[in-house]
């Protein structure tokens, strides 16, 4: 069985970035990743202008107090004429410094009438002025190949005048989840039968994580149907996830689905909840499409989603390999009877200690709603209250 840290490496490393990109305006590119550096189309700002309401002159001026007639009024939109000698300019901030001005005295250290301002203070060159450029110059780098576009970035590639840009394809996916006992909400339930649960919850996280479900199916308990369904998606999609039936028993087909149809390249993984994860290939006239079999406990899905679905997705996007990142945090629990495996523990924050939930179970979705996280529980260790585990926030754990 191979360690949780080394697997996550392992199928993050053998995700290949994909070579399609798309053109998108702006306003729909939130999230998405850039498919090539994008330079400032101008300066920003592209000309200087005012920090703050005032009066635009030439500094230094004759020593305070200094009274001086006002030529112009330039509104922020309004292009400036050049200021007249031994004048100065009535200025608001935004609007452009009049070519001859050479800084803003803030209306609070004058007193004007109509006509005239007198200036209290001594003003020093360049004060209240926004250089031209000094956020961005025109040709520079504004955000690099493979950066995620967040909202921030949006308003800085519109700020130096960008309205489209190139990112990478969104990754398509195939999303199967197996088992007899399966079907839909809206559904009557008959004896035996459960809710599938887990291809909401995979389908959300999927779409979170920028991809686009293109396949959703449900198969039975069934070796034939589940290898015709892997062969028949795995040509049109760059991953195939699945849930349950990739344990031991009887019913379960998705090992040996995968072999029979390609590679099965990783089996096991040492961790609770979450160990029958498999990993492999499934084979076509194409090449080969990679295919992460999730077990079908709802936690575990949710766990395993996040610790393995995730890092491959990012590989997809072209994006480097990001180790776990736990942090050191209080426990108010302790775990008196040690386990054979490492175990993820759904916890909360509570007093500024963690509190784990009272079912730890792998059936047990409500205990990751309610958690803020996962602890991570060495194999073979009791934890008294008081002692620091490694902690990881959901939000780290889900987030791009
Ligand atoms: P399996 O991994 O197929 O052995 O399933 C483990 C447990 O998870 C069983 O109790 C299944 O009924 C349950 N399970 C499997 N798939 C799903 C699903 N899609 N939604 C909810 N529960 C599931
Ligand atoms: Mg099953």
């Not at 070519?99 to 004060?127: F, H």
């Not at 480097?320 to 916890?347: A, C, T, W």
């Not at 008294?384 to 585990?389: F, I, K």
Request: overall charge neutral.
């Amino acid at each position: 069985m191979l360690d949780l840290f080394v697997a996550r490496e392992k199928i993050a490393q053998a995700a290949s970035a994909l070579a399609r990109s798309e053109t998108l305006p702006l306003s729909q590119a939130r999230g998405r990743i850039l498919a090539e550096d994008c330079l400032a189309l101008v300066d920003v700002p592209p000309a200087a202008n005012s920090a703050m309401d005032g009066y635009a002159l030439v500094a230094p001026s004759s020593p305070p107090p200094c009274t001086l007639p006002i030529s112009q009024i330039i509104a922020a939109g309004t292009p400036p004429k050049p200021l007249e000698q031994g004048t100065a300019a009535r200025i608001f901030t935004g609007a452009e410094i009049p070519p001859g001005a050479n800084a803003v005295v803030i209306q609070e250290d004058c007193d004007a009438t109509a006509e005239t301002v007198t200036v209290r203070v001594a003003v020093k060159p360049s004060e209240n002025i926004r250089q031209q450029g000094q956020d961005l110059q025109r040709g520079q780098l504004v955000a690099k190949k493979g950066e995620r576009l967040t909202a921030v970035h949006l308003g800085l590639l519109a700020s130096c005048g960008i309205s489209v840009v190139t990112v990478a394809a969104k990754p398509r996916i195939a999303l199967l989840s197996t088992g007899s006992e399966l079907i839909e909400p809206g559904q009557t339930l008959a004896p035996g039968q459960i809710y599938n649960s887990n291809q909401f919850m995979l389908a959300a996280l999927l779409e979170d994580w920028g991809c686009e479900v293109v396949f959703k199916g449900r198969v039975e308990d069934d070796l034939e149907k589940t290898r015709h369904l892997l062969s028949e998606w795995a040509e049109a999609v760059d991953l195939i996830v699945t849930s349950g039936g990739v344990s031991v028993g009887d019913a379960d087909h998705l090992k040996a689905a995968i072999s029979s149809t390609g590679e099965l390249n990783l089996w096991k993984v040492r961790l609770k909840p979450g160990k029958p994860l498999a990993f492999g290939h499934i084979h076509h006239t194409a090449g080969k499409t990679p295919v992460i079999a999730l077990p079908g406990n709802p936690v575990s899905s949710f766990v395993t989603a996040a610790l393995f679905i995730k890092p491959f997705i990012a590989g997809l996007c072209g994006q480097p390999y990001r180790p776990l990142e736990f942090r050191p945090q209080v426990s108010g629990f302790s775990i008196d009877r040690p386990n054979k495996r490492p175990e993820l523990i759904r916890v909360k924050w509570e007093n500024g200690k963690l509190q784990r939930f009272s079912n730890q179970s792998s059936g047990v979705l409500s205990s990751v709603v309610w958690a803020d996280g996962l602890a991570w529980i060495e194999a073979d260790i009791c934890v008294r209250a008081g002692d620091t585990v490694p902690y990881i926030a959901m939000s780290d754990l889900l987030s791009l």
